[in-house]
């Protein structure tokens, strides 16, 4: 208590004092924890962020590496088992296509059991039934394959009716409501219509694109959507998204093809066909009143909204590779060879050299640097070079490849260029079959579908999703004023707060799929235009487990999910790893500075993210700074070892595809000598499993080659290559779990290589 | 002394990634700014822990000469890198923090109401908004118990 002096007033005033003192001491501390929860929610979302585009864009270079040498080497008879192989590669189940598209589906012939439970639908389809498939779905009951097929047959007949540009008026229906992302959540459509209200000739409803794809009730979703889309066809609009596209759907380890071999094992590819089919028929944008515009990615400077509506949306099947019309590419089909025109301005693959394309073609090579209008979707690929050129090119891009594998990524995009659409030009051998749509008509459509907005003026390539580019406040300001619009709703990016305004309020995003990384992770929000098409944005979070924590268990609980994720992505890499940190630790000692620690992961993984902030929660404190890195590694590996990651090995996929290896090998064998060299098998087999997140050091690779080469004559042959693989099979019948494949830094060899399983 | 100089460079080095990472956390736009109502929150994420008054004159050390709402990084930086070498603004260690809760439970009963806390943070110490945000805070138990 005070001193001295004795009148009340004094020490009550020390008092006060001591209070305030005390309450202001607290307020700092307060606030730093604070700040400290604010920068670890931050960092997390960036994980989340940075781990999926990455993911795309691993695939994105996978598919492309293949679907060219499926161009370009593999004679027509065995296209289409690769392309199964191809698919298998993703969904990991068998799913034999057949060669013949069936343009109709025969879903009168599918019976249904008695004994089924579940909705039953029949057309013409009444509001009833939209609502009763709700319910049943919410009930976990799954609509029958023939109502799924004749649903689909229904919605395609519609949509063809559609134009590209849905217009809508507000006059007719009170109040529009736009929804985002719903990436097969479920229980975020159920609550929107729950709280907002069902549809309705009075409440219109658009929905903003990428219904499918990571969430497990994409196939609901979508009978849901389609179903109030034929009841209430004036109200009820949809817009298609990237992720309405067969391709990418086979991107995801978890996606949306998977989800339905899953549930419909008998009818599954015939669905997934139709559903082919029905994506590539959706609208590309709604129109309201003439002055909102709904797309589900962005817009670019050269955005031509009367192209759009004219184009005939249907020929863009997919945005991930597409074959335009090009005369060069149609002799190439029909010859599979020769050496045309140079004056073909063709784009190059990401992965040729630049420099031996083409012969003396004016192109714009300077595609590694982020340049203006470039592109970084997957472009289709050259076509004008001789065969055996193209195999040596093939064979020396692996190794360039591999290279680069090791440092910075750079640009997916192949060469850009503006070329004139030779739609007039071009004399149609192709009656009949569905036209291939113009560069420049496919390269509308991807900007529409993938770009993302950003603050800078311009546009710039989006080298972190591998498709479609930035666009700045200046781009959105010239489309507005071109078409007299009040402003942009679009979707594709997932947002803390389910919305985002930016470019001066002139861009709303809107992100419908609420937990989308992971239980508590952000908000969904759908908005509403009322009179003047002022928005009005509902946020919600669809999951009750969240509202009974705190904050700081909240994002306690994201983070762990993040630091997960990004621990199973370091095991990946831990051979790169190991290499670069040696590189650190000249004098072999085992021992590295934690500084040292942060640049060799940001150099290997190339996620761009703070991993100074994250280091206290990926290591453990070590003495004085300095790091054992072997032992880290070895921990790392000692989380991650779980029957899941055997299952999902690389060899283990290929085992299930068997029937495929002799197209397997043939990919390999790019010089069609009938021998694989142990070189090319290493090379091929390190670029598969960087990309499947598995990680094989060079000597388990090595390792592997050598053992199956029998006769030890330095190649393989095919009868090797598939006894190999017989071998793979009666070992893992026997139950050999122990040496079954993982990846470790193998230390000799015959402990733990993939081939020992 | 060379010896010395080299590890003042290596500690400055490694403060400059720091202060990078953390920065680069809060610049959205990737140009190298942040929000100036950011800047509290990397300053102290960063381990300093001004008060208000104390982060008010910092960021008047850092803003441009017109404010434009934005802090450049050029600026943050030596700013920042100074703050760590000094150990200016150090947190407060816990038994000081510990003695200031018991200060202010006045009837020693070892614990204070969420209410009284929020009476305590609003009324008293130095003004803010964000002290209504405690309804956050998990109840605090005994006092000795970290949070």
């Given at each position: 208590?005070?001193?001295?002096s ?17 309450a ?15 920068m ?5 979302w960036?994980i989340f962020q ?11 270079k996978?598919h492309?590496?293949?679907?060219y ?13 690769l ?6 590669m993703f ?10 598209m069936?343009?109709c ?6 019976e249904?059991?008695?004994s ?12 009833d039934?939209a ?15 023939r109502y ?6 229904e919605?395609?007949?519609?949509l063809?009716q559609?134009p590209n540009?849905?217009r ?9 409501t ?7 959540q ?9 709280k907002?209200?069902?549809p ?13 794809d990571?969430g ?5 979703i979508l009978?849901?959507?389609?179903a ?23 991107r995801?380890k ?9 549930k419909?094992?008998?009818h ?6 139709t559903l082919q089919d029905?994506?590539c ?6 129109l309201i ?5 709904i ?12 192209l759009?509506?004219?184009?005939e ?21 029909e010859?599979g ?5 140079s ?13 031996r394309?083409l012969?003396?073609?004016?192109l714009?090579?300077?595609s ?6 470039s ?17 040596r ?31 007039a030009?071009e ?7 569905l036209?291939?749509?113009t ?5 509308q ?5 993938w770009r993302d ?10 080298t972190?999703?591998?498709g ?5 406040p200046?781009?959105t300001?010239?489309?507005l ?12 990016e ?19 799929a609420?937990n989308?990384y ?12 009322g009179?003047a ?7 919600y979070q669809?999951?009750k487990v ?9 994002i306690?609980?994201v ?8 621990r ?5 890499h831990?051979?790169?790893?190991l290499?670069?940190?040696?590189k650190?630790d ?7 500075t934690?500084s ?9 993984l ?6 100074r902030m994250l ?15 072997k ?8 989380e991650q070892l ?20 002799e197209?397997?090998?043939?990919i390999i ?16 087999w390190?670029?598969?499993?960087s990309?499947m997140n ?10 592997l080659?050598?053992s199956i080469?029998?006769n030890?004559?330095?190649?393989i042959?095919?009868?090797e290559?598939l006894?190999?693989?017989?071998l793979?099979?009666k070992?893992?019948?026997e ?15 015959g402990?733990n ?5 | 002394m060379a ?17 990078k990472?953390?920065?680069?956390v809060?610049d ?8 100036v109502?950011?800047?509290g ?6 381990g300093c ?16 000469e017109?404010p434009?709402g ?7 930086l030596p ?14 260690p816990e ?8 200060v ?11 209410d ?6 609003t009324?008293?110490?130095a003004?803010h908004?964000?002290m209504?945000?405690l ?13």
């Amino acid at each position: 208590m005070g001193s001295g002096s004795s009148t009340r007033h004094h020490s009550a005033f020390q008092n006060a004092e001591r209070t305030f003192k005390a309450a202001a001491l607290i307020q700092r501390w307060y606030r730093r924890y604070v700040a400290r929860l604010e920068m670890r929610r931050r960092c997390t979302w960036s994980i989340f962020q940075s781990i999926e585009y990455a993911g795309q864009q691993d695939q994105v270079k996978l598919h492309d590496f293949f679907s060219y040498l499926m161009d370009h080497f593999i004679p027509s008879s065995h296209n289409e088992r690769l392309g199964e192989f191809l698919t298998r590669m993703f969904t990991e189940d068998r799913f034999a296509q057949d060669s013949e598209m069936e343009k109709c589906s025969d879903y009168e012939s599918i019976e249904v059991p008695d004994s089924y439970t579940g909705p039953r639908l029949s057309f013409p389809l009444l509001p009833d039934h939209a609502t009763a498939l709700i319910e049943a779905f919410r009930l976990k009951q799954q609509l029958h394959a023939r109502y799924v097929l004749n649903l689909l047959y229904e919605t395609k007949k519609h949509l063809v009716q559609l134009p590209n540009i849905n217009r809508v008026s507000t006059c007719y229906s009170e109040e529009i409501t736009v929804c985002g992302d719903l990436h097969g959540q479920l229980d975020d459509l159920i609550f929107i219509f729950y709280k907002n209200g069902l549809p309705s000739p009075e409440r219109s409803y658009v929905f903003n694109g990428d219904f499918v794809d990571r969430g497990k009730d994409s196939v609901e979703i979508l009978m849901i959507l389609f179903a109030f889309m034929l009841v209430y066809p004036k109200e009820f609009h949809l817009n298609r998204g990237n992720h309405e596209d067969h391709m990418v759907n086979l991107r995801y380890k978890y996606g949306f093809t998977k989800e339905v071999m899953n549930k419909y094992k008998i009818h599954g590819k015939e669905i997934l066909r139709t559903l082919q089919d029905v994506f590539c028929w959706l609208p590309l944008a709604t129109l309201i009143d003439e002055k909102v515009l709904i797309l589900h990615g962005g817009v670019s400077d050269i955005t031509d909204l009367e192209l759009l509506d004219k184009i005939e949306r249907n020929k863009i099947v997919s945005t991930m590779r597409c074959k335009t019309r090009q005369k060069s590419e149609k002799q190439m089909e029909e010859k599979g060879k020769a050496n045309r025109k140079s004056s073909a301005q063709e784009p190059i693959p990401w992965f040729l050299p630049q420099s031996r394309s083409l012969p003396s073609s004016p192109l714009r090579l300077s595609s590694y640097k982020a340049h203006k209008t470039s592109r970084s979707s997957s472009i289709p690929c050259c076509g004008c070079l001789d065969g055996r050129e193209l195999s040596r090119q093939v064979r020396s891009s692996v190794e360039l490849e591999l290279e680069r594998c090791r440092q910075q990524a750079g640009l997916l995009v192949t060469g850009q260029k503006e070329e004139p659409s030779r739609s007039a030009s071009e004399a149609d051998s192709e009656a009949g079959e569905l036209q291939k749509p113009t560069q420049e008509e496919w390269r509308q459509v991807v900007d529409i579908l993938w770009r993302d907005p950003m603050a800078q003026e311009g546009c710039k390539a989006n080298t972190i999703r591998g498709g479609g580019c930035y666009f700045g406040p200046d781009v959105t300001q010239q489309l507005l004023q071109k078409y007299n619009l009040q402003f942009l709703i679009r979707s594709h990016e997932c947002k803390p707060e389910g919305y985002e305004f930016c470019h001066n309020r002139k861009v709303l995003t809107i992100f419908s799929a609420s937990n989308y990384y992971e239980v508590g992770s952000n908000r969904g929000a759908y908005v509403k235009l009322g009179p003047a098409l002022t928005p009005h944005i509902v946020q919600y979070q669809a999951n009750k487990v969240t509202n009974t924590l705190t904050m700081r268990q909240r994002i306690s609980r994201v983070e762990e999910s993040a630091l997960r994720a990004l621990r199973e992505k370091l095991f990946a890499h831990s051979s790169d790893l190991l290499s670069e940190f040696k590189k650190h630790d000249a004098d072999k000692v085992g021992l590295i500075t934690l500084s040292d620690w942060a640049a060799a992961v940001e150099s290997v993984l190339h996620l761009g993210l703070p991993w100074r902030m994250l280091r206290s929660q990926l290591v453990n404190s070590s003495a004085d700074n300095m790091l054992e890195y072997k032992s880290w590694l070895k921990n790392l590996a000692k989380e991650q070892l779980s029957h899941e990651n055997i299952q999902s090995s690389l060899l283990e996929t290929l085992y299930r595809n068997r029937s495929n290896l002799e197209t397997i090998f043939r990919i390999i064998d790019s010089d069609h000598s009938g021998f694989i060299s142990l070189d090319e098998f290493r090379q091929t087999w390190k670029l598969l499993s960087s990309q499947m997140n598995i990680d094989i050091t060079d000597d388990c690779i090595c390792d592997l080659a050598r053992s199956i080469d029998f006769n030890k004559d330095g190649h393989i042959d095919i009868n090797e290559f598939l006894e190999a693989f017989r071998l793979v099979e009666k070992s893992c019948l026997e139950g050999d779990t122990s040496e079954c494949p993982q990846a470790t830094n193998a230390k000799d060899s015959g402990c733990n290589s993939p081939g020992a399983c | 002394m060379a010896d010395e100089k080299d590890r003042q460079e290596i500690i400055v080095a490694e403060f400059h990634k720091k202060i990078k990472e953390a920065f680069e956390v809060f610049d959205h736009e990737s140009n190298n700014t942040v929000d100036v109502r950011e800047i509290g929150t990397i300053i102290r994420s960063l381990g300093c822990c001004p008060t208000e008054g104390e982060l008010h004159d910092l960021i008047a050390e850092v803003e441009e000469e017109e404010p434009t709402g934005y802090i450049r990084f050029e600026k943050f930086l030596p700013v920042m890198t100074e703050m760590l070498l000094e150990r200016r603004y150090r947190p407060i260690p816990e038994d000081v923090l510990l003695r200031a809760f018991e200060v202010l439970d006045s009837a020693k009963r070892g614990f204070l109401t969420k209410d009284e806390l929020i009476k305590y943070m609003t009324e008293e110490g130095a003004p803010h908004s964000e002290m209504a945000a405690l309804e956050n805070l998990p109840r605090k138990g005994p006092l000795g118990k970290t949070m």
